[in-house]
């Protein structure tokens, strides 16, 4: 496992046990609360490739490669491992080119990267 993906899944432990931090997968819709479900591929540079999916306001870190992702993010891991120490975030990696997202919107990269800044605090 890399450095890169263990600092994740301690990040993903952190959000499964931290109520404020699941909400942000909560969307509302037209007065009706609406689980956020999304899969995270990351094909990092010079790692083997992991993936975090959530579901029903938990996430899961896993190995290997998923079919269909709605998300898929290459690049620097040590640009992931500096965000889960809280010495930056996706949106400052993403406009210095250290992560790419090749699929997906970077909107829903955003709502990880604020589930990941309330276990920091």
Known sequence: MSEAQEK???IVQKI???PKARAVFVTNIAGKDVDWE????FNLDDTDPFNIQIKNQ?????????DNPEIIMSGNPQSIVKICEGQGDFTHAISR????????KVMD???LTRAITVVLR
């Open 109 to 111: 990269v955003i709502r």
């Open 16 to 18: 499964n046990n931290t």
């Open 97 to 104: 080119e250290e992560i790419t997202v090749e699929k997906g």
């Open 58 to 66: 938990t996430a899961s870190l896993e190995s290997g490669t998923l």
């Open 8 to 10: 994740l899944h301690e």
């Open 38 to 41: 999304m899969s995270f591929q």
